[in-house]
Structures are given as structure tokens and as C-alpha cells.
């Protein structure tokens, strides 16, 4: 089982980035996938999910209006597309996978890191 990100660097305020997931080892479509992130010296916040049935989104507050996340279950990878970057922003962004059957496995990638500076 493998899920693992990509896309993340440096980008200046207002600017965008895609971040992709790529997961391998598990039935993709029948999982719920997210991007949670982890600012320096906070704890981690789920950004934004998106279910396996019928690809319902949710964002954190703080994102709405300026990310998505979308999922593609042919190439089984998930993506965040972040728009209008703020500093506030910066963080290393994980990838999460959780099933929705029994028994109901999670699966985290490592992380790619973002960061939002002029």
C-alpha cells in the first residue's frame, strides 16, 4: 500500500499549485481521500476531503473559495488545486486515505511541502 504526494514548493502570495496523491496497493475508488496539513508549530487541520461514493467535497474554513480537490478513479490519484496562496498557507500538506468498508484502513503519504513566501 502506497500513497504518495507530490507537487508541493515554493510559490509567491496569490500564486497556485496542484498538489497530486498517487495511491497504488488498495481499491482507490472504494476509499474517502483528503489533504490534511501541518503549519509550523500547529497541529495538523484537515484541508479538504472528498468521498468514494459520490465524490462529495469537504473544505476547512479557512481554504473555501481557493482549493479543490478533485479525484480521478481511473488513474487512481487525487489532486488539490490551490489558488489564491497565502502565507498562512505554508505547511507540509499529507495525503490520507481511509476505507469505507471493513476494516476501514488508513493510509498516509509523507508529505510535500509548501511554502508561500514573496
Known amino acids: 500500500v502506497q500513497v504518495a504526494e507530490s507537487g508541493g514548493g515554493l510559490v509567491q502570495p496569490g500564486g497556485s499549485l496542484r498538489l497530486s496523491c498517487a495511491a497504488s496497493g488498495f481499491t482507490f475508488s472504494s476509499y474517502t481521500m483528503s489533504w490534511y496539513r501541518r503549519a509550523p508549530g500547529k497541529e495538523r487541520e484537515l484541508v479538504a476531503s472528498i468521498t468514494s461514493a459520490y465524490g462529495d467535497t469537504n473544505y476547512a474554513d479557512s481554504v473555501k473559495g481557493r482549493f479543490i480537490i478533485s479525484r480521478d478513479n481511473a488513474k487512481n490519484t487525487v489532486y488539490l488545486q490551490m489558488n489564491s496562496l497565502k502565507p498562512e498557507d505554508t505547511a507540509v500538506y499529507y495525503c490520507?486515505?481511509?476505507?469505507?468498508?471493513?476494516?476501514?484502513?488508513?493510509?498516509w503519504g509523507i508529505g510535500t511541502l509548501v511554502t508561500v513566501t514573496s
Open positions: 490520507n486515505a481511509v476505507g469505507q468498508v471493513f476494516p476501514f484502513d488508513r493510509h
